[in-house]
């Protein structure tokens, strides 16, 4: 099992920025891809971003490219995400997620399976 932990939510003003990090305990040495979602009130969860367990191969959502970036730190066992530029639409709970399967797209929640408790984004205008 791996264990996921979010930390650095909060509200910010359009236009500015902030940093989520995910904490992994447990076995995180089995972990294949790391992803951040997000869930807005009365919508389904979507993806974010993703990258995989080398930390060089990124993918993002449409509407998050070039003002996300999504970063791994293997031997801290930590995900980090920076969010610039945030506009009121990005207003949601973000989720950090863990695979540990092989030969998924980790673009959808089912490719994933530990989930940490979220933690809330709020982008005022």
């Known amino acids: 099992q791996v264990q996921l932990v979010e930390t650095g939510g909060g509200l910010v003003q359009a236009g500015g920025s902030l940093r989520l990090s995910c904490a992994g305990s447990?076995?995180?040495?089995?972990?294949?891809?790391m992803g951040w979602f997000r869930q807005a009130p009365g919508k389904e969860r979507e993806f974010v971003a993703t990258?995989?367990?080398?930390?060089?191969?990124?993918v993002y959502t449409d509407s998050v490219k070039g003002r996300f970036t999504i970063s791994r730190d293997i031997p801290k066992d930590t995900l980090g995400l920076q969010m610039d530029n945030l506009k009121p639409e990005d207003t949601a709970v973000y989720y950090c997620?863990?695979?540990?399967?092989?030969?998924?797209?980790?673009?959808?929640?089912?490719?994933?399976?530990?989930w940490g408790q979220g933690t809330q984004v709020t982008v005022s205008s």
């Open positions: 447990g076995r995180t040495y089995s972990i294949y891809n």
């Open positions: 997620a863990a695979s540990r399967r092989s030969g998924k797209s980790y673009l959808v929640a089912d490719d994933y399976d530990s």
């Open positions: 990258i995989n367990w080398l930390g060089d191969s990124t």
